[in-house]
Nanobody, 121 residues
């Protein structure tokens, strides 16, 4: 079994910071891309940021310059540092990873259960 376990959400005032963490646990051969997505009430899930195994990153325009994605390949973890948070950043944040469970297996997308980030004005 493979699980992604998020932590670090919470309530913060506008302008504040939070750091989300996500750990991949279980039977894992390798991890390709990892990322963070979010879903606000009444909205569809949207991409926040992604990072390849080599460290290349992409960001949604709405978070560029404020959020930073990083990963620790040895610990099988991905992080999202969120600075200058705005009320519109309020959402459930989900971790995602493309994981291979064996040398002969292709990658499969896994999702965490989500962690709630609430930004008050």
């Amino acid at each position: 079994q493979v699980q992604l376990v998020e932590s670090g959400g919470g309530l913060v005032q506008a302008g504040g910071s939070l750091r989300l963490s996500c750990a991949a646990v279980g039977s894992i051969f390798s991890i390709n891309d990892m990322g963070w997505y979010r879903q606000a009430p009444g909205n569809e899930r949207e991409l926040v940021a992604t990072i390849t195994s080599g460290g290349s990153t992409t960001y949604a325009d709405s978070v560029k310059g404020r959020f930073t994605i990083s990963r620790d390949n040895a610990k099988k973890m991905v992080f999202l540092q969120m600075n200058n948070l705005k009320p519109e950043d309020t959402a459930v944040y989900y971790c995602s990873a493309d994981i291979r469970r064996g040398i002969a297996q292709g990658g499969m997308d896994y999702w965490g259960r989500g962690t709630l980030v609430t930004v008050s004005s």
